[in-house]
């Protein structure tokens, strides 16, 4: 009842002049560093430089979370997956025996966007739940193209090279991934090398179609690469100065490039929004397959700044202003800022984590942003306030090593030091204090429910 309700209130809410479309491109497991704009010297990325150039490229950008389910929940809802369930210290994401996904009680950026008149579509790897009430048919998307979960998931048994040999050296015949057309299997174990362009291709005739509609769209097109096991089609596959992995990134770049080609082909570039990022930092197990954080430390499962900044870009003509953001965003802030921007009021019967970047988007104003909490499953490790980051707790890579709780914890400037190697904690006592009492008045603001990661389906039932 209360979600019906908050639905009815932002169809009410909405302004019948509301005419931006948006684009968001979200890729798996990017690195800080794996972009040419973004620093990396044998990538090169093209399409994403230029709209680096044209738009806003941010320097301070963080995912929700470290890994997967979480930080698409975060995305997707606006709020921290410590306040909707959709996190655990238990179970870090979820799997193909998960028996839950993104509670019906939390509204989507699809739920809420559709309320107010737009057309709604996902292609890609969606990972917030595979069963039908919870896939995004069941979360605001009118269509979905796509896998449920990652690429690396549904492993069947004697099929290649076991452990992480397989993962280096892979086949798509390794998984019985599904790839899905709405609620329905087209295929298992399809060919992973042409999943980036088949999402591409996906994107390029919805735009193609949307655009001799008088309604506004959302457009979700979040990659599964580059998460191992990574592949790319043969017209890129061994172009790369980088190898196979920056084989994949150049490919991504090249769909990035179909989508904005498209958008202007059909003459909406001037009304759309595209916002490119990634869910979490590199997965650096894996080596050369892996990725980098660049200057930063650390990667994909942790709470260093590797594993949640995240290189991001804005472009929109006329809506965009072009510079350089140094001041802190979050994928929180996608909900407000795209409800904004549409002119939907935020829903009032719930809190939210994020906030609406449009004034930044726009030139005329500071990021509203100035907090950043890092949860490790459902444990708070560090946060941020400023150029201050304090870390309670520390974990380096995402396995094999035990967290580090710090009986006094450690504290990093983010502006002298991003690669946080130099702990200032005895220095600033002060900003200590202060950022211990805002953990915890953080901490004491709310209840969190019961993980939705942890139900499982009985054995021989999924």
């Known amino acids: 009842m209360i979600f019906r309700t908050a639905l009815a209130f932002l169809a009410a809410a909405t302004m019948a002049t ?24 044998t990538i090169h990325t093209p399409h994403l430089d230029r709209l680096a150039n044209e738009g806003q490229k941010w320097t301070s950008f963080y995912a929700a979370a470290s890994v997967c389910t979480p930080s698409r929940a975060g995305l997707m809802t606006g709020r921290l997956p410590i306040r909707n369930g959709m996190c655990s210290s238990k179970r870090r994401v979820l799997s193909p025996d998960s028996a839950k996904g993104l509670p019906k009680s939390e509204i989507t950026v699809a739920e809420a966007l559709k309320g107010a008149g737009y ?117 890129f596959s061994g172009t790369s100065h980088a190898g196979r992995y920056g084989d994949v990134i150049e490919e991504i770049d090249w769909s990035v490039g179909q989508v904005v080609k498209t958008l202007q082909a059909q003459g909406i570039d001037e009304e759309t929004v595209v916002v490119f990022t990634s869910d979490n930092g590199p997965w650096l197990p894996f080596k050369t397959h892996g990725g980098s954080a660049g200057h930063l430390r650390d990667g994909k499962g942790s709470t260093w700044e590797g594993g949640m900044r995240e290189p991001t870009v804005f472009w929109g003509p006329g809506i965009v202003e072009t510079g350089i953001v140094h001041e802190m965003g979050s994928a929180l802030d996608i909900f407000a800022t795209f ?124």
């Not at 004034?359 to 400023?386: I, T």
């Not at 900003?431 to 211990?436: H, T, Y």
């Open 18 to 41: 509301a005419k931006t479309n948006f684009v968001l491109i979200f890729c798996d497991d990017l690195g800080y560093g794996d972009l040419s704009c973004f620093g990396h010297p």
């Open 119 to 235: 057309a709604t579509a996902m292609v890609g790897k969606w990972h917030l739940g595979h069963l039908p009430d919870y896939l995004p048919t069941a979360n605001g998307f009118e269509s979905y193209y796509g896998v449920p979960y990652s690429n690396d998931m549904d492993r069947i048994a004697g099929k290649g090279p076991k452990g992480r040999e397989g993962l280096m050296k892979p086949k798509s015949e390794y998984w019985n991934v599904p790839l899905m057309h709405n609620t329905e299997i087209l295929e298992r174990s399809p060919n992973q090398a042409y999943l980036t362009r088949n999402y591409t291709n996906q994107a390029v005739a919805y735009i193609e179609a949307q655009a001799k509609s008088e309604k506004p769209f959302f457009l979700y097109l979040a990659h599964s690469m580059p998460h191992v096991p990574i592949f790319a089609s043969g017209a």
């Open 339 to 462: 409800l904004d921007l549409a002119g939907v009021a935020l829903p009032e019967d719930r809190i939210y984590d994020g906030a609406s970047l449009a004034p930044v988007l726009a030139g005329r104003g500071h990021s509203p942003r100035q907090e950043m909490f890092y949860y490790h499953g459902s444990e708070l490790y560090a946060v941020r306030k400023g150029e201050y980051k304090l870390h309670f707790t520390t974990k380096t890579e995402y396995i094999g090593q035990k967290p580090m709780k710090h009986e006094s914890p450690v504290l990093y400037h983010l502006g002298e030091d991003p690669g946080e190697k130099f702990d200032v904690a005895k220095e600033n006592p002060k900003v200590v204090e202060a950022l211990v009492q805002l953990a915890e008045t953080h901490k004491g603001s709310f209840t969190p429910p019961e993980s939705h990661l942890e139900a499982r389906i009985p054995r021989g039932e999924n």
